[in-house]
T-cell receptor, first 111, second 114 residues
Framework: GQNIDQPTEMTATEGAIVQINCTYQ??????LFWYQQHAGEAPTFLSY????GLEEKGRFSSFLSRSKGYSYLLLKELQMKDSASYLC????????????FGTGTRLTVIP | DAGVTQSPTHLIKTRGQQVTLRCSPK?????VSWYQQALGQGPQFIFQ???????QRGNFPDRFSGHQFPNYSSELNVNALLLGDSALYLC?????????????FGPGTRLTVL
């Protein structure tokens, strides 16, 4: 299998910071995607990492360590609307852009 | 700029029947991938179409087949439906060779098999 692991559920408080971790199989790896999915809706693209390091996009940042097979999504200044599932997905090789998804992390933001 | 569209939104079928789902890619995209998402799970890759041919396939039986048309739209066909085929079917499009090959998803078709 593609061995993508992420926590099933997380809870955080409005205004706080939360980090969602993802580990994946490193062989045949090209890039790491994060998607947000609200209940009953399609996944929406958040970020893509192919090189080691941190990519920042407003309140959301994503980090990748290729050697460790590890990524995280960092959400700052949490808002109630951030309650959703966050899906970690890897692409296996350049040009083969099918994605292998984890089961997703359901984040609940509480007041 | 139209995003990825899918039809129908919802569908109810009985075991043994056949179903066809449709997808139109985002404007400027030429590659369509299909995913199956069971409740509480992440999407699972079914197959991908580019230049009207199946380019890659996930671990799904031959009951799942597809087609891509010259205008890049695509169909997913499932024969001999099983109860376990009940899921959200997602279509995603991208432009082959674009930066990161980021896939953009449609709203999905919710299939219920009774």
């Amino acid at each position: 299998g593609q061995n993508i692991d992420q926590p099933t559920e997380m809870t955080a408080t409005e205004g706080a910071i939360v980090q969602i971790n993802c580990t994946y199989q490193t062989s045949g790896f090209n890039g790491l995607f994060w998607y947000q999915q609200h209940a009953g809706e399609a996944p929406t693209f958040l970020s893509y990492n192919v090189l080691d390091g941190l990519e920042e996009k407003g309140r959301f940042s994503s980090f990748l360590s290729r050697s460790k097979g590890y990524s995280y999504l960092l959400l700052k200044e949490l808002q109630m609307k951030d309650s959703a599932s966050y899906l970690c997905a890897r692409s296996p090789q350049t040009g083969a852009n099918n994605l292998f998804f984890g089961t997703g992390t359901r984040l609940t933001v509480i007041p | 700029d139209a995003g990825v569209t899918q039809s129908p939104t919802h569908l109810i079928k009985t075991r043994g029947q056949q179903v066809t789902l449709r997808c139109s890619p985002k404007s400027g995209h030429d590659t369509v991938s299909w995913y199956q998402q069971a409740l509480g799970q992440g999407p699972q890759f079914i197959f991908q179409y580019y230049e009207e041919e199946e380019r890659q396939r996930g671990n799904f039986p031959d009951r799942f087949s597809g087609h891509q048309f010259p205008n890049y739209s695509s169909e997913l066909n499932v024969n001999a439906l099983l109860l376990g085929d009940s899921a959200l079917y997602l279509c995603a499009s991208t432009s082959m060779g674009s930066e990161g090959d980021t896939q953009y998803f449609g709203p999905g078709t919710r299939l219920t098999v009774l």
